[in-house]
């Protein structure tokens, strides 16, 4: 699904936010990005959805050289997966129905398919008969479930988080991953970026390790056991 090869990343102003990071995401997989505040979560993720680009090395997705993919191209990447984010980034102007529904209009889907498929998202992540109502109205968990039914309502391959539960108490936080683990189980791959011990302790999910820019873990957990891949 995702593979990054000695993949380094350096900004304008000469700070190196990731340093020679190496690892795989299989198909279907769910995975854990974790580290100190400034490690470099953020930026990796970036690199993924091609809103930046590394200083060197190569990053494949779905076997697609995404340092070679320009211009409108961009978009037909970024289709492909769907992207969580702790404040919500969701329009206050716009109910849920409208906020779930606007990757299916950017890209000009039929008004009964983009129903459908709301609608479905909607269902999913738990709030069906809340479509008309607007984000000031809603809870922070609630939000955050439109954003995840936002991610989701254009069938990604791959779903990205950027501390989808930072803003949340432990209990949100576990609904919350259910959710995810929800769209694991039928077959979409999810890097979750997070710095919650709690989530990531009572998760037996592979853990990424990122500090300071390196990469320093990336292990799995299998049958109580940590194996270093």
Do not use: W
Request: no cysteine.
């Amino acid at each position: 699904m995702i593979s990054f090869n000695n993949v380094s990343m350096r900004y304008a102003d000469g700070f190196e936010a990731l340093k020679s990071v190496s690892f795989q995401l299989a198909d279907g997989e769910m995975a854990f990005l974790t580290g100190h505040s400034g490690a470099g979560k953020s930026t990796l993720l970036k690199l993924i959805t091609i809103s930046e680009r590394p200083a060197s090395g190569e990053i494949l997705f779905k076997g697609l050289n995404l340092a070679r993919v320009l211009g409108k191209n961009i978009y037909r990447v970024r289709r492909d997966i769907g992207v969580v984010y702790q404040n919500h980034r969701l329009l206050p102007e716009k109910n849920v129905f409208e906020n779930v529904a606007l990757p299916l209009r950017i890209i000009g889907t039929d008004y009964r398919e983009l129903a459908k498929r709301v609608r479905a998202a909607i269902s999913k992540v738990g709030l069906s008969g809340s479509e008309k109502k607007f984000p000031n109205s809603l809870s922070s968990g609630e939000q955050q479930r439109v954003g995840i039914a936002r991610a989701v309502v254009s069938k990604p391959s791959l779903l990205l988080a950027d501390e989808p539960t930072g803003n949340l108490d432990p209990e949100l936080s576990q609904e919350i991953l259910k959710l995810f683990e929800q769209f694991n189980q039928v077959g979409v791959s999810s890097l979750i970026a997070t710095h919650d011990l709690n989530l990531l302790d009572k998760n037996n999910k592979r853990k990424l390790t990122l500090s300071h820019g390196v990469l320093i873990d990336k292990s799995e957990r299998i049958e109580g056991r940590d194996a270093v891949l």
